[in-house]
């Protein structure tokens, strides 16, 4: 859309990306090209090659910014889906500007980015000190540890399943991303966890990909659907007791 200054010229769109910065009252307004195409996630066929979120220099009140409209976009990513979910819809949420939100993020996809970076970087920040330390304790003792916390972090952010649900029926490139920067990883600690366990005989033994899969889909299933196993069941599964019996029933299943 053009643009006109104070002499009444036009201002028209250029080829390449560009943003025009104002000023009003103080506050500085960033438009970014509406159609600007975003080309990360294409190359999701090599994870490494993905460009990250630009980080600008920011102050207190531009992290505070930045933590809302993550909040924002998980919940929004969450309930819609990446397809059902607009940069717009998420700054209404965050009660942010739209402006705000392209400043910092740039496009749905590098939100989308972004979004799975902080949640996923916390979790696995969460789970390091226990996967560090297991070398010198039980398999039994380092998969309790593994489960309750995975169990709690299910409770405390059940959008993450439901993200990676939705990507993972579709197989997106998206998934692909997360795949490779940090599922693949999860996976191989977990699954060596589950075998040292077997030759330790505290394990069930199986195949240790299926019980990886029955750990976390008994783990996080029941906060991903919680409004039907309410209806079903009466229960409501973010309260501690129902926590706390689903971990000791994720113990049967895995320990002999």
């Not at 990446?82 to 402006?99: C, I, L, N, P, Q």
Request: net charge positive.
């Amino acid at each position: 859309m053009a643009q006109s200054n104070s002499s009444g010229a036009s201002v028209g769109k250029t080829r390449g990306a560009r943003s025009a910065v104002s000023g009003r009252r103080g506050r500085i307004a960033v438009r970014l090209p509406e159609g600007q195409v975003d080309r990360d996630i294409d190359s999701a066929e090599e994870p490494s090659k993905i460009k990250k979120p630009v980080k600008a220099k920011r102050g207190r009140r531009g992290d505070d910014v930045r933590e809302r409209v993550l909040g924002a976009a998980l919940e929004c990513f969450g309930a819609f889906g990446f397809e059902g979910t607009s940069t717009r819809a998420v700054a209404h949420r965050a009660k942010v500007t739209h402006t705000l939100v392209l400043y910092h993020f740039q496009s749905k996809d590098r939100l989308w980015i972004a979004t799975m970076e902080d949640i996923l970087n916390k979790y696995m920040a969460e789970m390091k000190e226990n996967f560090d330390t297991s070398p010198q304790r039980s398999a039994q003792a380092a998969l309790r540890v593994f489960i309750e916390q995975f169990v709690r972090m299910s409770a405390r952010q059940p959008q993450v399943h439901r993200i990676l649900t939705n990507e993972g029926n579709q197989g997106t490139p998206r998934l692909k991303w997360v795949i490779g920067h940090f599922l693949r990883g999860h996976y191989t600690l977990v699954r060596n966890l589950i075998l040292r366990g077997q030759a330790e005989g505290t394990v069930r033994q199986c195949d240790p990909a299926r019980l990886y899969y029955h750990i976390i889909g008994a783990g996080g299933t029941p906060f991903t659907i919680s409004t039907e196993y309410k209806a079903l069941t009466g229960r409501d599964v973010f309260s501690e007791p129902e926590i706390l019996r689903n971990i000791a029933f994720i113990y049967e299943i895995v320990f002999v």
